[in-house]
């Protein structure tokens, strides 16, 4: 009988076994750790919030100076008012959480309760509750590690920027991502799919051809683009002196501002440079690595160098979206409309990677099939 094993090309970056084991160890287990991760992060959430609720301190929505303040929807609020709301609901996700351990609501009205639960806390924590914190830090980034080796430009300390308000939007981000994965896993494990990739026994794949896969993904790719070009085109008239949605008043107190016109500049750069990478999900050097990167070049790129970067980027773009929502003011248009369409750009690039990893992947490793 022939063989039928075939050797992986020398240019696919293939990990060597033990590597393969470690991922397989920690990363792919992520259906059965994401729950109990979940069930750990309500109780202790929760815990605080009790605590909050009976007048214990460090409440983070409470009104605070300007410059210790955050954008959440919740804030400012009372802690009397808002924290037994949140006991109560991290109460209900401890329970919602251990009833999907024991797999007691594998069908009826259980498990539709659990799933519209998880969903819930999965959305709310992760893109209405938080602000635009995380976009920030994560344009910022360099100029943060620049800060934190050599202290310019000081005076201010990490604790300008990482105070606790802020701080607790990340922690109920993280618990919005744990929801999210543990009730996609439950659903799944209820619904007869393979709990790691998705696919359903003998299901059609309507999404298994490349040809539309990659139509599609282009589609919600240009998408995107278009998104980005409001930020980016107000940021650079502002910067060459033309007030594009703004009062002449406001662009000269920012032309007096030191270095406010060359951060607005940035940022737009920024989020073009984004937009353009954002053309890897469909073109051909987001799926081998192009020349200019000599190091690599040639070598098959590995779904999840694309895939979690970008579905990261596109998560927190949509709070920072809804954020501007809430703040927009049709006289001063140009500051938060064009971050408005965040929301879009997040939506779209967030399709477009989905579409992307569809496209990418090869067959499961648990399942077989694929």
């Not at 209900?92 to 959480?97: C, F, S, T």
């Not at 009205?109 to 519209?116: G, I, N, W």
């Not at 924590?125 to 620049?146: E, K, M, N, Q, R």
């Not at 310019?152 to 999210?180: A, C, E, K, S, T």
Request: charged letters at 15%.
């Amino acid at each position: 009988m022939p063989n039928t094993v075939t050797e992986t090309p020398p240019d696919e970056e293939t990990p060597p076994p033990a590597a393969v084991d470690r991922y397989r160890r920690w990363w792919s287990g992520w259906p059965d750790w994401s729950v109990y991760l979940a069930v750990v992060w309500s109780a202790l959430y929760g815990a605080a919030s009790l605590y909050w609720a009976l007048g214990g301190d460090g409440y983070p929505f409470e009104r605070v100076h300007e410059d210790r303040s955050s954008g959440s929807i919740l804030e400012p609020s009372r802690a009397e008012a808002v924290a037994p709301v949140l006991a109560l609901f991290c109460a209900l996700g401890v329970v919602a959480g251990v009833t999907m351990l024991k797999n007691l609501g594998t069908g009826g009205r259980v498990r539709k309760a659990l799933l519209a639960y998880g969903w819930v806390a999965g959305v709310a924590l992760t893109l209405l509750i938080p602000d635009y914190s995380l976009l920030g830090l994560l344009a910022f980034s360099p100029a943060l590690l620049v800060f934190v080796f050599t202290g310019v430009p000081g005076p201010q300390d990490m604790g300008d920027i990482m105070y606790w308000h802020r701080g607790n939007l990340m922690i109920v981000f993280i618990g919005g991502l744990l929801w999210v994965a543990a009730t996609l896993a439950f659903q799944r494990r209820t619904n007869g799919q393979c709990v790691y990739c998705g696919r359903a026994p003998h299901a059609p794949g309507r999404w298994t051809d490349p040809v539309r896969l990659r139509t599609w993904g282009r589609r919600a790719v240009w998408l995107a683009v278009l998104s980005t070009l409001p930020y980016d085109i107000t940021r650079i008239a502002w910067y060459f002196g033309w007030p594009l949605g703004i009062t002449d008043e406001f662009l000269k107190e920012m032309q007096d501002t030191p270095n406010m016109l060359e951060i607005g500049l940035a940022l737009g750069v920024v989020s073009t440079l984004g937009s353009l990478l954002t053309h890897g999900l469909v073109a051909g050097w987001g799926e081998v690595w192009p020349r200019w990167v000599w190091w690599k070049k040639g070598r098959t790129i590995h779904p999840a160098t694309a895939v979690v970067p970008a579905g990261f980027v596109a998560v927190v773009l949509i709070p920072g979206g809804l954020m501007a929502v809430r703040g927009f003011e049709l006289g001063s248009w140009g500051i938060t409309g064009p971050a408005i369409l965040w929301v879009v750009w997040g939506a779209a690039l967030g399709v477009a990677t989905y579409l992307y990893q569809l496209r990418r992947r090869g067959a499961c490793r648990s399942c077989g099939q694929g």
